[in-house]
């Protein structure tokens, strides 16, 4: 079975540029979530979708971060304009759909703002 | 809320012995808990969850979990540790809505030849 995609798997922008993320999840997995991971960190939930509606987005900086999941399937997380606190990976899982479900993540992009 | 502690921030031990990677949790009802290992710039994998039954659940790479309802315990175990299992380990719970994981910090093994 194809794992989790995400592209790019590293990305360097100046703060305040625009950035945007694509993850491709696996086929079949209804349930799709961006976690953000800053060093040091366990990884902290951005938002999460369920087909192509939100579940779940009381973590998301939404006056600068913003999520789409097109079609159910496909998803982009854009970040605009970034600041310095926003360098993390940017890890991307599906699963199923809710518990007792584990995920599979992706491989993550590591995003540094300069 | 639910929540997972993982209290060490490394652990260290050498190869062959046996080693613990500790998780401790507070949940209301009935906890949902995994670990996942992280190597470097790689994506989180999933090494084992305890969902109901026994209290020892077996899992990927060797690794083994023993749940603890009186201590609150989620402590992940293998009897002989390999340089390769040096890693970032993560515990995690399902959140009170049982839709998305919730994750410890982190623990940092590393395994020494």
């Known amino acids: 079975e194809a794992g989790v995609a995400q592209s790019p798997r590293y990305k360097i922008i100046e703060k305040r540029q625009s950035v945007a993320f694509w993850c491709n999840p696996i086929s079949g997995h209804a349930t799709l979530y961006w976690y953000q991971q800053i060093l040091g960190q366990g990884p902290k939930l951005l938002i999460q979708?369920?087909?192509?509606?939100?579940?779940?987005d009381s973590q998301l900086p939404k006056d600068r971060f913003s999520a789409e999941r097109l079609k159910g399937v496909d998803s982009t997380l854009k970040i605009q304009p970034a600041k310095l606190e926003d360098s993390a990976v940017y890890l991307c899982a599906s699963s199923l759909g809710g518990q007792p479900y584990g995920y599979t993540f992706g491989s993550g992009t590591r995003l540094t703002v300069v | 809320a639910q929540s997972v502690a993982q209290p060490e921030d490394q652990v260290n031990v050498a190869e062959g012995n046996p080693l613990t990677v500790k998780c401790t949790y507070s949940?209301?009802?009935?906890?949902?808990l995994f670990w996942y290992v992280q190597y470097p710039n790689r994506g989180l994998q999933f090494l084992l969850k305890y969902i109901t039954g026994d209290n020892l659940v077996k899992g990927s790479y060797g690794f083994e979990a023993e749940f603890n309802k009186s201590q609150t315990s989620f402590h992940l175990k293998k009897p002989s540790a390999l340089v390769s299992d040096s890693a970032l380990y993560f515990c995690a719970v399902y959140n009170q809505a049982g839709t998305a994981l919730i994750f410890g910090k982190g623990t940092t093994l590393s395994v020494s030849s």
């Open positions: 979708f369920q087909n192509n509606g939100v579940v779940d």
């Open positions: 949940v209301s009802g009935n906890p949902y």
